[in-house]
């Protein structure tokens, strides 16, 4: 504990993120949310989503109806956002944690439209604060690019709309 704490006391407290003194998440898990102002992270397989005290994968398999009605009914929620065209996988299908903070470059950029037109916002400012937000693979070749959802979402906060 307290190595953590002299060497990683960032991670060893939670990796908490705050704004204007009060606790709004942490960066290395992810939150549930619907609110289409905001980005949406991948579903959460954990308890009853995002319940970190349940952290774990489902463990259905492609053949599952549970899985598959879960797919369905999450593909129906971002078609009625506005989605449209191909969903990236982690749009659809939960980690393997079902805690994961970050998303896909991809499933960010299908969400654009909507919260553009939520928030009154262009096109445009809102990609380039997706673009702004991407993290490329660790160490530049372990892992894939990623979008912290949190992060993006606070960013998004502080974006004020035209005349507002």
């Keep these: 504990l307290g190595i953590g704490q002299a060497v990683f006391p960032a991670a060893a407290n939670g990796s908490v993120v705050t704004r204007d003194s009060a606790v709004v998440g942490s960066a290395l898990i992810g939150q549930s949310g619907a609110d289409p102002r905001y980005f949406w992270p991948r579903p959460s397989a954990a308890g009853n989503g995002y319940d ?49 903070p970050d998303i896909s470059p991809d499933y960010a950029r299908v969400q654009i439209a909507r919260v553009a037109r939520e ?46």
């Design 52 to 100: 970190a005290a349940n952290s774990s994968g489902s463990n259905l398999g492609p053949t599952s109806r549970k899985l598959m009605d879960r797919i369905g009914e999450t593909i129906g929620t971002l078609r009625a956002g506005g989605a449209e065209g191909l969903l990236p996988a982690d749009a659809v299908t939960a980690s393997g944690s079902g805690l994961d």
């Design 119 to 164: 928030r009154a916002l262009s096109v445009e400012a809102v990609e380039q604060l997706v673009t702004a937000h991407v993290e490329g693979p660790f160490l530049g070749f372990f892992g894939e690019a990623r979008v912290n959802v949190l992060n993006l979402n606070l960013a998004l906060d502080a974006t004020a709309a035209p005349g507002g």
